[in-house]
């Protein structure tokens, strides 16, 4: 190869768009899956009290979810008017309270389990759906949407028999909002204590 030729394929690579190295794909998405499945089944089954219980979900919470999309989706437009120290203030709360709000309904689970059925690539994320089999119900639904936006593959949404955990925690902010009228520091103080 000559230099001319050299120059001309560098410069050609160049104008190429970079490929992430390991890009997320079926069996990723699934296997992070499998891995909070497997660690909230493990919570579930241990027998621990409720408290106990709580706070491993909320550190389940912030191993496998995408913690920073999810409290940025919840905060919605209000989140354009917060301070920085409001935005780590709230994603805090928010941690906490989504592990206490859907850590009491994965205590349902006990005896039961979430076993992976299916992924599917959607857009730029999957969709990986499992099916909860709780003692004296009928199977449901529980799909997560997974993502590696954030440079992690991280669940970034989340819905329980149909119900969207996106949409849902925006309404339920929004809801604290409006009662706290429009005051972000009494609306964390209050997710704080919820769920």
Do not use: C
Not at 178 to 194: E, F, Q, V
């Amino acid at each position: 190869m000559d230099r001319r030729h050299f120059i001309a394929t560098a410069a050609a690579a160049a104008t190429l768009p970079a490929l992430p190295a390991h890009a997320l794909n079926e069996d990723r998405a699934s296997k992070l899956v499998n891995s909070l499945v497997s660690d909230i089944n493990g919570v579930i089954a241990s027998g621990r009290g409720e408290s106990a219980m709580l706070r491993e979900f909320e550190r389940i919470f912030a191993r496998y979810s995408d913690t920073s999309y999810i409290s940025a989706y919840a905060m919605g437009v209000d989140g354009r008017r917060a301070s920085s120290a409001q935005k780590r203030a709230f994603s805090k709360a928010f941690q906490g309270y989504i592990a206490r709000k859907y850590g009491k309904r994965f205590r349902e689970f006990i005896g039961g389990r979430l076993e992976v059925k299916g992924v599917k690539s959607v857009k730029n994320w999957y969709e990986v759906s499992t099916t909860a089999f709780l003692r004296g119900e009928a199977p449901f639904n529980v799909t997560f949407h997974v993502s590696d936006r954030s440079g992690k593959d991280l669940f970034f949404n989340m819905f329980i028999e149909g119900i969207n955990l996106l949409l849902t925690e925006r309404a339920e902010v929004g809801a604290l909002l409006d009662r706290n009228k429009g005051d972000i520091d009494a609306m964390i103080a209050d997710l704080s204590r919820a769920g």
